[in-house]
């Protein structure tokens, strides 16, 4: 930025100096330095976000197939004690997941684990997070007697 400025020494006549002012790298330098470093700091933090989610939900089980079949897809999932598992309306609905009480770990409520109420949508999801080690059998109660029933392994 410049600016003139009047100065005025005795009888001689006004003369004008010509001040310049620097205030460090131009605007646009500053701008995109600022904005390279945003999207390294938001791009760090995407990456811990999804390695938690990720180590959070273990397993992803769709609730018919592509093709519309009435199945669990898949059927069999095995993962680590604390770890979830997110199961997603697909096709064929509505579906829910309720679990089987004569077939989960000895202590475990088989109505705190299930998800009775149906998914009417596709893309809908719901999760159930498992801390017990064993064999959870679960099935779709409107889609049973078609043989809609699967099993999570927790180890």
Known sequence: MAMAVACNAGLRAATHHRVVSRRGPAPVQASF???????????????ATLGLALSANAAAVKLGTDGGGLVFDPAEVTIKAGESVTWTNNAGFPHNIVFDEDAIPSGENADKLSHEDYLNAKGETVSTTFKTAGTYEYYCEPHQGAGMAGKVIVQ
């Open 33 to 47: 330095r600022q904005d390279a470093t945003r999207f390294a700091k938001a791009a760090g933090v995407s990456i």
